[in-house]
Each structure stands twice: as structure tokens, then as C-alpha cells.
């Protein structure tokens, strides 16, 4: 933890703090700041809201809080009567996969999508079924939990990298919240990209592609009602939008990789979504749930990021502030667990490098 983080500055919002339990001094605590002094915070499908307004995360954000839903480089054997989570569409379609990788073949003068589409399954108790992805964690299966407070996630980010590529023509990712389609048109040759939303002519956003001859990494999500597009690593189009008129439907097919023409081989093929907060399953939820929390100066409104189980600002008995006096500093690595270690007679364990990371 660094100490000197802020002395000179308060945290800024969705920064992550170490500071004291406000109901026990000598516990530490590792949240993340959500809600500023001053402001009045709530927390509304899955989204927190500041003085009424959608708090949306940067990109770094995005990816440090993202929760891995399926990574199609860990896959079942040929064996396994499952269907695969990633189908050609049509069935008939000339997509291929291997050992988590998927390739289409150069196909000239063709005008018409082939679609990759990505089907969410949910385990029941005699298998599996399609289901729109929803906000369990499997870390938490020793806390029980009722299958009707589950939600469904719609913000989420699909992320994968282009290995190969030939010909001419386009690729095209899709990604829906259950309201809005955005497609993201890649053509390689022109070195342009392009982003419709809901079939619409105009584009929303539209740029260059990063010059790349060997690869792409591409980055799509859907985080916080917004939608944004990274190349290379960097982003390229944040494009945020308001909810509609008419509720969401999630769907159990919301991401898609197509291709026109272009003939290429994709690898590192994951799914994410977003920390969906929510009310704990601790029944003494009492600030910023029902209504807005509205935080005094030096105050700041803080969640951890396993929102079902956290013991946070929502849950505090003696209110939801978090002083600016209990801050500790900032945790930038983590190096636990560590590692057994033998040497003669003696035990004892150190840091394992491998494991070591920074916290973003």
C-alpha cells in the first residue's frame, strides 16, 4: 500500500483505497471509491448514479474491474455432447474451430455476413440452458442464494485478436444490451473501421485502424451505457447513449463475430462483463439502494467489486460515509499468495513472482 498516495489529493472516483473499517479501526479494508463528497449516490441496475447521472468507467477501468465469463481457449474435448458456445450462424456457415480457435476462409464477391455467435448457457440441475449472462460468481457458491434475486448482466465486452488475415473485405463485430446493436465494420485493406447503431446509416464513430500487418487485438464493450471500441490497445470510440424508452431484454446471444469476403483466423477469444452492483444478500442493505445517499464533505461512498457479499457503504450500521481520516493509501500490488519454501529444517514461505500483479 502506498501511504503517500493521498496525502496531497482525495481518491478519485472508481480509484480502489485501503483504508480502516469503520466499525473496527484495527481491520483494513480494499474498496473502491464510487460516489465523491458532496454527491448523492444510488445504485440502480447494476449501475451507480451520482446527483442522478450514470457514472461511466474508463477503458483502464473497464478491463481492471472486468468479470472473465468464458474464454474460449479453455475448451471441452471433441467428446463433450455440449454444443459449442460459439456457433456459425448459419449453421451451415464456413466457420471452422480448433483448440480455441476459429478461421474462415477467403470468400471473394460474397456480399453476405457469415456470423460466429456467441449462446450463454446457465447450469441447471440436469444440464445446461441458454440463458442471458447473469451476475453469479462462482466463488461464491457457499453463499446461498435465491434463483430469483439473480440478474442479467448486459454490459459486457468481448475481446480477441485477429492472427491472421487475407483478401479483401470486412469484419464485423456485434454486440447488443437487449435495447440497443452496435456493429463495429473493420475493413483491413481501406485501414478504416466504422460504428452503426441499430441499423442506423450514419456511423457513430469511424476512424483508422492501427497499422498492423501481423495482428489485431480488438476490444468491443458495452459498459455503463456506453459503447467503446479499442484496436491495439488503444481506444479508439467511446460512444455513450441513454437508456430508451422501452426496458432492456437480455438475451442469451448478445455478442457476434462476422466476417464478409475477408478470410481470417482468430485466437485468445474471451467474454467479460461488468460488476453488476446490487443489493448484498445481507439483509441490512441500508444507504443507496432504495434512494439516494447523499455524502457530507470528506466523505466518499465506496463498493467492493464481489458486490453480492461486500460489507461496504451500502451496509454500514452507522452510515454509508467513508472518511477521509480512515484512508490508509493506495494498494498498487498484490504479492499474496506466496510460495512454500524448504531449506534444511526450516519452512517458510515468500512472494511467488509469477503471481505477483499490480492493481490498476
Not at 23 to 40: C, H, I, N, Q
Not at 47 to 74: E, N, W
Amino acid at each position: 500500500v502506498d501511504r503517500a498516495s493521498f496525502l496531497l489529493r482525495g481518491p478519485r472516483r472508481w480509484e480502489v483505497v485501503a483504508l480502516r473499517d469503520p466499525s473496527y479501526a484495527k481491520r483494513l479494508l480494499v474498496k473502491r471509491v464510487v460516489g465523491l463528497p458532496g454527491e448523492a449516490i444510488q445504485i440502480r441496475d447494476g449501475d451507480v448514479y451520482a446527483d442522478g447521472r450514470i457514472c461511466r468507467k474508463p477503458l483502464a477501468t473497464q478491463r481492471a474491474m472486468a468479470v472473465l465469463v468464458h474464454d474460449a481457449s479453455f475448451y471441452a474435448p471433441d467428446s463433450d455432447e455440449r454444443p459449442r458456445r460459439w456457433r456459425p450462424e448459419p449453421p451451415e456457415g464456413t466457420w471452422g474451430s480448433a483448440e480455441g480457435r476459429f478461421a474462415h476462409p477467403e470468400q471473394s464477391g460474397t456480399s453476405e455476413v457469415d456470423w460466429l455467435v456467441y449462446h450463454h448457457e446457465q447450469p441447471t440441475g440436469v444440464g445446461f440452458e441458454e440463458s442471458p449472462v447473469m451476475d453469479d460468481a462462482l466463488y461464491d457458491q457457499s453463499r446461498p442464494r435465491r434463483s430469483e434475486t439473480a440478474r442479467a448482466v448486459t454490459d459486457l465486452m468481448l475481446a480477441f485478436r485477429v492472427a491472421r488475415w487475407s483478401g479483401k473485405g470486412d469484419l464485423v463485430v456485434r454486440a447488443t444490451d437487449g435495447q440497443n446493436v452496435f456493429e463495429t465494420w473493420i475493413n483491413p485493406a481501406a485501414g478504416r473501421f466504422t460504428v452503426r447503431r441499430n441499423n442506423d446509416s450514419k456511423p457513430v464513430a469511424e476512424g483508422n485502424i492501427p497499422k498492423d500487418d501481423k495482428r489485431l487485438d480488438v476490444e468491443v464493450s458495452l459498459f455503463d451505457r456506453q459503447f467503446t471500441l479499442a484496436l491495439q490497445g488503444e481506444e479508439v470510440a467511446a460512444v455513450p447513449y441513454e437508456a430508451g424508452p422501452m426496458p432492456r431484454r437480455p438475451v442469451a446471444w448478445p455478442l457476434a463475430v462476422g466476417v464478409r469476403g475477408l478470410g481470417v483466423e482468430i485466437v485468445r477469444l474471451r467474454v467479460f462483463r461488468d460488476v453488476y452492483y446490487t443489493k448484498p444478500l445481507s439483509p441490512s442493505y441500508r444507504w443507496g439502494i432504495d434512494k439516494p445517499a447523499v455524502l457530507p464533505p470528506g466523505a466518499y461512498f465506496i463498493l467492493g467489486d464481489n458486490s453480492l457479499i461486500s460489507d461496504d457503504s451500502r451496509s454500514w450500521p452507522a452510515g454509508p460515509e467513508a472518511w477521509a481520516k480512515l484512508l490508509v493509501g493506495k494498494p498498487f500490488v498484490i504479492w499474496f499468495p506466496r510460495s512454500p519454501v524448504v531449506w534444511g529444517r526450516w519452512r517458510f514461505r515468500v512472494p511467488d513472482p509469477t503471481r505477483i500483479r499490480y492493481i490498476h
